[in-house]
């Protein structure tokens, strides 16, 4: 019986640690959310403004951009960052510029050119890209339809 009640009053110590050490652990987490934030310190510091980005060989892959901003108080005013240009883009329209194209339209016998037109998919880094792009190609080999071979009826003699 003894041995019950020591057992009874070691079970409820061990409670009462549970809970205090419960309360102390929330009273310490509602303290950290009641301390104020410190003030942000305001900067005078512009956004950056990247350059295209320039592949480091050829004309697509791996490259590097220039950024700059501007502010008295700025820590860095200047700086490089590594980019890259995937290589089945068109460059025409800014190697940053992805554009999702049309099918091909029908082809101008006047100027034996067709054209598409293509709407912004992507702009990489910020670019400044074109909402809308038409780009035009030589028709190809003109096919001028077949004359129908004549047909001569023999009559049978």
Known sequence: MQQQQQQRRMFTATLLALVFLLAAVSTTEAGKKEKPEKKA??????????SVCVPTSGDCGLGTREGTRTGAECKQTTKTQ???????????FGAECKYQFQAWGECDLNT????RTG????ALHNADCQKTVTIS?????LTKPKPQG??????AA
């Open 82 to 92: 590594k980019c890259k240009i995937p290589c089945n883009w068109k460059k025409q």
């Open 119 to 122: 709407n912004l998919k992507r």
């Open 41 to 50: 310190k305001k900067s005078d510091c512009g956004e950056w403004q990247w």
């Open 112 to 115: 034996a050119l067709k054209t």
């Open 137 to 141: 190609k030589p028709c190809g080999k």
């Open 150 to 155: 004549e047909f001569h009826l023999l009559k």
